[in-house]
């Protein structure tokens, strides 16, 4: 159970931690900062950062990096940096950091869907913790489709007449137009779906190269040169690259150390530990940070169709989330066999040669 705590814990950090970068990239996202150069940077921090540890404390660990796993970790970047991040911010820049939180929550039932196809998790609809997984899933993607798509009349008021922070200055005084609101969807759901591929490969690249810390390297370092190349055709301008003391430096800073850097490795060790539906069943509780900060410093308000959407995401991840603690419930029980079982074989060898010893003598 220790062990299920330390991931517990180390899955809400992650949460925080995103909940913080997405805050702090729309800010910045309105002082000009480009999202593909925003990537490339922080990549490249979480690169040189995490270097220098990965070689002390993975140098003597068993892991052969060969080609095909090389390949692998490529496409992680790919995945899980270069089209997650890139299509993510942009979508942020359309829409907020409530909307793109709220997204985040399907990809728990994307992830649950992906790990089904692809024999990492086992359904039977049959069976109570199985219905709950199928139907945790279609309320969590129809959840997120509500609170996207369906805004509805106001339920709270701005706790503040001026926001603190005005994020929407630039936005027809604080409302995104329709279109960008679904543009801005659209971006998010995609980058969504490329995080749950991620989630699913990693457990896959674990099994084969155990070196977590460097694996995560080398997802910075891929990262680095795929949306490098990227930046140079989507941000040109020299202006783009340039940094001062203000908000987007510190969400480049922050989002390399925190994210790139710390939340990679934590999820890497969490899958490794738990597979990607565990990992991926944490998502929720960035949108509450999220949408607690939004109301006091954006002055945020709450549509019906939000919190009405809400309701069926969350309700549909704990669903989820039944079913899986009923399956580590089933799962305990032939260890637990097992381990009574090769216990009473150790005896009854101890004995049997105790009566061999005796005899000899």
Not at 13 to 22: A, E, F, H, P, T
Not at 54 to 75: C, E, G
Not at 155 to 175: M, Q, W
Request: charged letters at 15%.
């Amino acid at each position: 159970m220790t062990k299920l705590y330390a991931s517990c814990a180390a899955m809400v950090v992650v949460q925080i931690g995103y909940g913080g970068s997405n805050i702090l990239m729309k800010i910045a996202s309105e002082k000009d900062l480009n999202p593909f150069v925003f990537v490339v940077y922080r990549h490249f921090i979480a690169f040189l950062l995490l270097a220098p540890f990965a070689y002390v404390i993975d140098r003597n660990k068993p892991a052969s990096l060969t080609i095909s796993t090389a390949i692998k970790i490529f496409l992680l970047a790919i995945l899980g940096s270069t089209i997650h991040l890139n299509l993510f911010y942009v979508g942020i820049g359309y829409t907020s950091p409530t909307v793109a939180s709220a997204f985040s929550n399907v990809i728990p039932s994307l992830t649950f869907v992906m790990a089904v196809l692809f024999r990492l998790e086992k359904v039977n609809i049959r069976t109570a913790r199985g219905a709950a997984k199928v139907a945790g899933t279609i309320l969590c993607i129809g959840g997120s489709l509500i609170f996207t798509l369906w805004k509805g009349p106001y339920v709270t008021k701005a706790i503040f007449k001026e926001p603190l922070i005005d994020i929407y200055r630039n936005h027809d005084s604080g409302n995104s137009s329709g279109k960008d609101w679904i543009k801005g969807s659209a971006f998010i759901l995609i980058s969504d779906i490329a995080w749950s591929i991620w989630l699913i490969l990693q457990a896959f690249v674990t099994r084969k190269y155990p070196a977590q810390l460097t694996m995560t390297v080398l997802i910075c370092l891929f990262a680095t040169a795929q949306s490098g190349f990227l930046a140079l055709i989507f941000a040109r301008d020299p202006e783009k690259w340039k940094l001062q003391w203000d908000a987007r430096l510190l969400t480049i800073v922050y989002s390399g150390i925190v994210i790139s850097g710390v939340g990679y490795f934590l999820q890497t060790w969490c899958i490794s530990r738990n597979g990607p539906v565990f990992t991926s069943m944490f998502s929720p509780l960035m949108l509450i940070f999220v949408a607690i900060f939004s109301a006091f410093v954006f002055s945020e308000r709450l549509h019906v169709g939000s919190l009405v959407g809400a309701f069926f995401i969350v309700l549909g991840l704990y669903l989820v989330l039944w079913g899986k603690k009923a399956d580590h419930v089933v799962a305990a029980e032939p260890q637990e066999k097992d381990k009574v079982f090769v216990d009473t074989e150790m005896q009854n060898t101890s004995v049997n040669d105790s009566q061999v010893k005796g005899c000899v003598t």
